[in-house]
């Protein structure tokens, strides 16, 4: 697995796990340079909402047991030392997130097999040349089933609509699934997302009987020595000289996009200095793949004494994939959606100590035992139109899917 600039992050299979794999060998592309090829797993946490308790607590004291204390984010990272703990990936699902923010319980899973918390927390170790592949297994990816048909999935935009006529919400983002049945091992298919062009947070993480490969581009948060920084994607139209122009002059897209730099402002605030919090680039034009989109950076100054569990309490599930006002979008959401976003639009990334880097795992796959699932939706405001954003939909899962074929 290769780094997309200065994001990502992989694990490879614990011993025993579902999926092939060095065990002791890992490759983190987000860890210091020097550590690549040395880190192996010294601990790993997995947690279901079924098992109790407040996630984000669960996460940041799992990860203080193990040498690595996050209860402060704004001290300076300490010297990185080649030796001893490194730092850790964790990954949280968009239900933990709902949790977190209070929101309803989401529609049933179409991934049960993935935790909604996963931990692994990494050593040094010795340099060690990874053994070489054997014989590839033919892999075989099946046709995609969808979870709704487009005329579903229009109707629930036309429900958002109708919810923002009667003032319930300002802009609420509606997800769509689907699965498809494979053979044959699903590692080099989901690693291959990596590499797809925009994908910051490329990376596979795996446990026993599932697996995540991501290909996003959206920074959810990161915490460098106190300085907070998300960089919200709203608006996306094929990338051509045309439809960068329709982006940059789109009212529309401009206006769900204000929305939710309006609201990641708002979720900063509830952890940042106050007064600190600025907007820089905003509604600028990037580049994912066939697709231009509209970042904006969102920074602030972290509140004195700002640790792990409350920077995830203020900014999961992401604005971007939720909606405005946040709780009232969420409660919309498991109204109308007909299953749960599994591994999508959650968090993923790397922490340590003065150092937080957590991905939007949006343009995120997802392999069980037995099938590979897919998710990607859009932001629906009063000037969205049904057909136009199942057609967004799609546009955003084509590239996915055609990199787990193998095209």
Same mark, same amino acid.
């Given at each position: 697995?290769?780094?997309?600039?200065?994001?990502?992050?992989?694990?490879?299979?614990?011993?025993?796990?579902?999926?092939?794999?060095?065990?002791?060998?890992?490759?983190?592309?987000?860890?210091?340079?020097?550590?690549?090829?040395?880190?192996?797993?010294?601990?790993?946490?997995?947690?279901?909402?079924?098992?109790?308790?407040?996630?984000?607590?669960?996460?940041?004291?799992?990860?203080?047991?193990?040498?690595?204390?996050?209860?402060?984010?704004?001290?300076?990272?300490?010297?990185?030392?080649?030796?001893?703990?490194?730092?850790?990936?964790?990954?949280?699902?968009?239900?933990?997130?709902?949790?977190?923010?209070?929101?309803?319980?989401?529609?049933?899973?179409?991934?049960?097999?993935?935790?909604?918390?996963?931990?692994?927390?990494?050593?040094?170790?010795?340099?060690?040349?990874?053994?070489?592949?054997?014989?590839?297994?033919?892999?075989?990816?099946?046709?995609?089933?969808?979870?709704?048909?487009?005329?579903?999935?229009?109707?629930?935009?036309?429900?958002?609509?109708?919810?923002?006529?009667?003032?319930?919400?300002?802009?609420?983002?509606?997800?769509?699934?689907?699965?498809?049945?494979?053979?044959? #091992?699903? &590692?080099? =298919?989901?690693?291959?997302? +990596?590499?797809?062009? *925009? /994908?910051?947070?490329?990376?596979? $993480? %795996?446990?026993?009987?599932?697996?995540?490969?991501?290909?996003?581009?959206?920074?959810?948060?990161?915490?460098?020595?106190?300085?907070?920084?998300?960089?919200?994607?709203?608006?996306?139209?094929?990338?051509?000289?045309?439809?960068?122009?329709?982006?940059?002059?789109?009212?529309?897209?401009?206006?769900?996009?204000?929305?939710?730099?309006?609201?990641?402002?708002?979720?900063?605030?509830?952890?940042?200095?106050?007064?600190?919090?600025?907007?820089?680039?905003?509604?600028?034009?990037?580049?994912?793949?066939?697709?231009?989109?509209?970042?904006?950076?969102?920074?602030?100054?972290?509140?004195?004494?700002?640790?792990?569990? #409350?920077? &995830?309490? =203020?900014?999961?599930?992401? +604005?971007?994939?939720? *909606? /405005?006002?946040?709780?009232?979008? $969420? %409660?919309?959401?498991?109204?109308?959606?007909?299953?749960?976003?599994?591994?999508?639009?959650?968090?993923?990334?790397?922490?340590?100590?003065?150092?937080?880097?957590?991905?939007?795992?949006?343009?995120?796959?997802?392999?069980?035992?037995?099938?590979?699932?897919?998710?990607?939706?859009?932001?629906?405001?009063?000037?969205?139109?049904?057909?136009?954003?199942?057609?967004?939909?799609?546009?955003?899962?084509?590239?996915?899917?055609?990199?787990?074929?193998?095209?």
């Amino acid at each position: 697995m290769r780094k997309i600039g200065p994001y990502g992050v992989e694990t490879l299979p614990q011993v025993g796990a579902a999926y092939s794999g060095p065990a002791a060998l890992v490759n983190v592309p987000a860890a210091p340079p020097a550590c690549r090829g040395t880190l192996t797993e010294r601990a790993r946490l997995q947690w279901r909402r079924g098992d109790g308790g407040d996630p984000a607590a669960i996460a940041e004291n799992f990860l203080a047991a193990h040498g690595l204390p996050l209860n402060d984010l704004t001290r300076p990272a300490a010297a990185h030392r080649d030796t001893g703990v490194c730092g850790a990936a964790l990954y949280l699902s968009a239900a933990a997130g709902a949790q977190l923010a209070g929101a309803p319980t989401p529609a049933p899973e179409p991934t049960p097999a993935l935790p909604d918390l996963a931990v692994v927390v990494y050593e040094h170790g010795t340099r060690t040349q990874a053994a070489p592949p054997g014989p590839p297994r033919t892999w075989w990816l099946g046709p995609w089933t969808e979870s709704w048909t487009p005329r579903q999935h229009a109707a629930a935009v036309e429900s958002v609509r109708t919810a923002i006529g009667r003032g319930d919400v300002y802009q609420t983002s509606i997800v769509g699934h689907a699965a498809a049945r494979y053979t044959g #091992d699903p &590692l080099p =298919a989901l690693t291959r997302l +990596g590499a797809l062009p *925009g /994908a910051r947070y490329g990376g596979v $993480l %795996t446990g026993d009987g599932w697996a995540i490969g991501c290909a996003s581009p959206e920074t959810l948060v990161e915490v460098t020595d106190g300085q907070l920084i998300t960089r919200p994607i709203k608006g996306t139209r094929p990338a051509t000289a045309a439809g960068r122009a329709e982006l940059l002059t789109s009212a529309k897209e401009r206006a769900e996009h204000i929305m939710i730099v309006d609201l990641e402002r708002n979720d900063l605030a509830r952890i940042a200095r106050t007064g600190s919090v600025r907007v820089d680039d905003l509604f600028t034009v990037r580049r994912w793949c066939d697709l231009w989109q509209a970042e904006s950076t969102v920074r602030a100054d972290a509140a004195d004494g700002l640790g792990l569990a #409350d920077l &995830l309490r =203020a900014t999961c599930p992401g +604005g971007s994939v939720t *909606g /405005a006002p946040k709780l009232a979008a $969420l %409660t919309q959401i498991s109204a109308l959606e007909p299953v749960g976003r599994g591994a999508s639009m959650g968090a993923l990334g790397w922490v340590a100590p003065g150092r937080v880097d957590l991905g939007l795992t949006i343009r995120t796959a997802a392999a069980d035992g037995e099938r590979l699932h897919t998710w990607a939706g859009g932001g629906i405001t009063w000037d969205s139109d049904a057909c136009a954003e199942v057609a967004e939909a799609a546009a955003k899962t084509t590239p996915i899917r055609a990199t787990l074929a193998g095209r």
